[in-house]
Each structure stands twice: as C-alpha cells, then as structure tokens.
C-alpha cells in the first residue's frame, strides 16, 4: 500500500527501510513514521511517548492521528487473515524478499 501510494504521488520511496530503518524511507516524515510504526510494533512503551511527539512536532497532531490509524487497521487486518489463515498472494512474495522477510511455508 505505501509503495503503491508513493508511486501514485510520484514521491520516491526506499521500501527496505521498513525493515532496515537506517536506509532512510525517503518520505516526507519518514524517519518520524518509521520510529512512531516501530514503537507500535513492538510494544515499546519506552519509546512510544517520544515518537509520537516528534511525528507531533514534525507533521502535526493530524498525521499522528492518521498514523495511529492506519496502524491499528493493518493489527486488526493481520490478526483477522492469521486467524483464519489467509495464504499470501504469489505476487507479493517479491515484496518479501525485498523486506528481507521469509512468508511462512504454512502461508504459502
């Protein structure tokens, strides 16, 4: 989705830097989002506060708001095809490998 957005807007984007944020996103914020999805993520309570206040103070309280959204639509999403145990689609198995990210056998 990111990447499809960033095509659409003409706005180039480092997609590996979801997983390997020190390559830098290339997106407006995106040092912001990356540090503010991350604390979701990984339930980092520590870091969470801060985060939030420099998407804040770099976006404003609106992209935090959408941030925050959008990452508690992709959670709800993910635990729904988890829970029912969705297969990944062959064409996004590209996406994964340029994350650096195996697709389980048993999603396949």
């Given at each position: ?11 180039p ?13 290339q997106?407006?914020l ?5 540090a503010f999805?991350d ?7 520590d870091?969470?506060p801060?985060?939030?206040a ?5 976006g404003?309280?609106g992209?935090a ?9 992709f959670?709800?999403?993910?635990r729904i ?9 062959k ?7 340029e994350?650096?990210?195996e697709?389980p056998?048993?999603l396949?």
């Amino acid at each position: 989705m990111l990447r499809e957005s960033a095509n659409a807007q003409g706005q180039p984007i480092n997609v590996p830097a979801v997983t390997r944020p020190l390559l830098g996103a290339q997106l407006p914020l995106g040092d912001e989002l990356l540090a503010f999805t991350d604390a979701i993520a990984l339930l980092d309570f520590d870091e969470l506060p801060i985060a939030r206040a420099d998407l804040i103070a770099a976006g404003g309280s609106g992209a935090a708001t959408r941030a925050a959204a959008v990452c508690a639509s992709f959670e709800g999403i993910n635990r729904i095809v988890d829970a029912v145990g969705v297969p990944v689609n062959k064409r996004f198995y590209d996406i994964g490998t340029e994350l650096g990210v195996e697709v389980p056998d048993h999603l396949r």
